[in-house]
């Protein structure tokens, strides 16, 4: 079983920055593609960015070049460094593991941008 423990979020400025941070138990964190989703209110959840065990990236179109996504096996965490932070950005934010088939989730952290 894995649990996922978001913190990181708050209330920003437009153009500000946050960073996130995902703290997992287990031991299988070095072996499994951790996400980033996010949900604003009224829609569904949707990708923000992923990172594959070997450190392969993928990022949705508009966090391109402003989010970047990395991990440290170490200390079993997963980070997300949002730049240049949006109004379109406020959602709450979910941390997602998979490994063998299997999708775990964090609880969320509630990301505010004000205009």
């Known amino acids: 079983q894995v649990q996922l423990v978001e913190s990181g979020g708050g209330l920003v400025q437009a153009g500000g920055s946050l960073r996130l941070s995902c703290a997992a138990s287990?031991?299988?964190?070095?072996?499994?593609?951790m996400g980033w989703y996010r949900q604003a209110p009224g829609k569904q959840r949707e990708l923000v960015a992923t990172?594959?065990?070997?450190?392969?990236?993928n990022y949705k179109d508009p966090v391109k070049g402003r989010f970047t996504i990395s991990r440290d096996n170490a200390k079993n965490t997963l980070y997300l460094q949002m730049n240049t932070l949006k109004p379109e950005d406020t959602a709450v934010y979910y941390c997602?593991?998979?490994?063998?088939?299997?999708?775990?989730w964090g609880q969320g952290t509630q990301v505010t941008v004000s205009s």
């Open positions: 997602m593991s998979s490994y063998y088939g299997n999708d775990y």
């Open positions: 287990g031991r299988f964190f070095r072996i499994a593609t």
């Open positions: 990172i594959t065990s070997g450190g392969s990236t």
